[in-house]
């Protein structure tokens, strides 16, 4: 089943706890990007099980510590 992600206008549309879906579409990148960024070293992940999600709040310092940076590899 594909959950498709309605275009987000704000912040404020986002659930409290981000999947890589959310961070996909915020951040315009590859499911595979957005799976890559979420298990990189410094991304404000919280772990249930094997699934990886991101507070929103969490989420948002995170873009605003890391603006004008490149994470390209």
Known sequence: MVHMISAIKSFD?????LQASHVKQVLGLSTGKAYQLMHSEGFPT???GRRVMVLKADFIEWLEQNKGQSRER
């Open 13 to 17: 549309e986002l659930p409290v706890m």
């Open 46 to 48: 919280q772990r249930f």
